[in-house]
């Protein structure tokens, strides 16, 4: 679509439907290459139909199609002379609007150490879609929801599809795998398009869908369709509605699915499934990604580059700190299916799958999406609607400027940009810090400031190692506040318990001095903190002088300890299971390692403290930290955009299952 | 009269002992006659910090309630020295060996601060659950309890979690 309202797939039709000729359909491919376009459409390379660049009629795969069924698919010749007599094949229109690989920003740091961060500026090319089926258009509908739907958006994508004009293709020719019919997306044409062509024996029934596809139309000079021409135009399309039938019973299928998380069907799809991204490389609304930095060999000027990922590598869910929530194929393969059929519904309205059938036929070992959905969730109502933009967050540049040492891997930085915003007031619970050259981490904000904020940051990676490195007067990226925080708010006249073990601690701090600065509006305030040994707890003196204030009850802990430690030595629960206080007025706040958490929420339970009154915060690999890489995604959530504090009863439970 | 004093004398000494167990969450709320027979077989001490309070591999003829200050169970690994693997707080155990074959003490048991213990005799206590099945099914839950607790924190201990 080339109008700038992309998600908007309604323009009224033009009135009238053209007859094009198909000795003629050379000239509609040289006027959609006006104007600088380059007409992309179905070629015939490496032995299937893939979308590539079509200059004449000859690049178009004449009078071929193919078969597909599980796990196979082959070139057939019709021997007639069709143009599009085949269904879709291994590519999208997805590679066009949102590329494999991007680069998406610049960053510098020079001799002095000043960092700057700019964005990539890319000629976007002018292209035109020939060929685009009823599943291919709900599938960039699909995708026009996602990545500008908000609360962020994708500007590359927006302006890709902003340059992109539609030819769409009624569909004649289902494959052996598709399902648009159960999905709701085909076969028929309902809109999304600029022009729309329907191939009969000697030509082609054209209409148009917008503005620009009605000025192209008009170019074509073309005779009215007549009565049997529309007629053999509709029952082509009925006839593919027939093959097709209604293969995956999708009503209700939301809720069938996630009933299921416990099937043993996962383990028996793992047995099979290769876990080769097979399936989501060629899916049209897959969108996650990852982000790497590639820079010149004295790391003095880096490119951020992001590229398509694929939530069945094992690395894809893999966290900073060590750890794996999604080790099992079956976790992964259920976390693909369960989001494309379900969660997708939950955080975006729609469903995310346009039954286009591809995952089925180039899965290697022949794994049906179609029968396992039917196997898995056997069948009754559809999802919703959602949208509106903003822009994702800038990278600001930070001074540091002080640096406390915490333990041996482990610092405190204190930060500031001179850009007079005041930080402190700004709500999100992290920031992602990029450092040129060796990329970007969430780190959670440890202490909000005026002009900026505490970052406590322990070296486990190249970058968070880089990071705790940096000395007074170096320079950082960060972007602004992400995230939801800890509804301190919430504890106002409330007794308030806030448990962190290891690094979970510093994002805890801060609820802390909110807590300090306005101390009369919470009742008993109670703080934990467990460490590994004496010499890996953090904020001592500031635990100490919490502890002499006589209002707030601090109790620390260490799993082992020599005999130079006097404190208590034991973990952390064991600070409160006996404990006086009465948890039936308080509200508590936990953090840590996810295993500490679940151990803690089960002593708080046990105090009295109800599921809507403990707030957690999520661990989960956070790569984008907006909600559009997928990395982070847990059940119908995404941590970095929904998270990545949660309420227990927000979570309900996907809090503690394995594998999600 | 010398026997009406020495009564009342050991009713105020049990009445005390009985406050200091209820201070305890291990020994509060039980029934008075259990109370009663625990106290018939407690002492009370105090000991600075640095004593030694029992040692691994010797017997343990205590059971020892924590009423104030911490103590430290160690034990000796070859490079490492002594390692604390737990502390005990007040109104928790010690020396529950005491009561489990060969009674010996698995750990060293090390005062950190000045502490205050009330001590249940080990040979006593044993001849008294053996003996009062009534005293036996309110004790035993208490004790077990206390060992739940410390298993479970050994477990989450052993999986280490925050040396990632």
Redesign the interface.
Known sequence: MTSSAVTTVTTEPRRGTGFLPRAEFQHLIDLLGEDGRTVIGPTVADGAIVYGEVRAVSDLPVGMGAEQSPGRYRLVDHHDERYFAYAVGPTSWKRFVFPPTLDLAESHRDEHGHVSFGPVHHEIPKLAFLGVRACELAALGIEDRVLLGGPYTDEDFRKRREHALIVAVQCAEPGGTCFCTSMGTGPGVRGGHDVLLVELADGFLVSSGSEEGAGIVARLGLSAATEDQLVEGSDQLVAARDRIGDPVATAGLHDRLLAKLDSPRWAEIADRCLACTNCTAVCPTCFCTSVSQRSDLDGRTAVTERRWDFCFTKGFSAVA???NFRPRVQDRYRQWLTHKFATWIDQFGTSGCVGCGRCITWCPVGIDVREELNLIAPPPVLGTEAQVAAHAPRTSVFHVDAVRPETHDTVTLALSTPDGMDWSRLHGEFVMVSVPAIGSIPISISRRLPTGMELTVRA?GPASTFVTGLERGAEVGLSAPLGHGWPVEAAHDHDVVIVG???GFPPLRPIVDEILAHRASFGEVHIYH???TPS?LLYKEELAAWASRGDLDVGV?V?????T???????V??LF??ARWDGSKAIAFVC??E??IQ?TVSTLAARGITQDRIFISMERHMECGVGLCGHCQVGPFFVCKDGPVFSLAQLGDVFGREGI | MPQTEGSTARTEHDAEFVALLNATWFGANLPPEAQVRLVGLARRYQAPAGTTLLTEGQLANEIGIVLSGRVSLRTLVPEQGWVTILTVEPGDIFGQSALVPPYRSTSTVVALQPVDVLALDGPGLRAALAADHDLAAVLYPRVLQALARRLNATRLQMLDLFAR
């Open positions: 700190l060590g750890g486990v073990g290891g690094m467990g460490a590994r890996d802990t799993d082992r300890a020599d005999t430690w006097l404190g208590r030595v034991g973990v629960t064991q299971d006996h840590g390692p295993r500490m151990a």
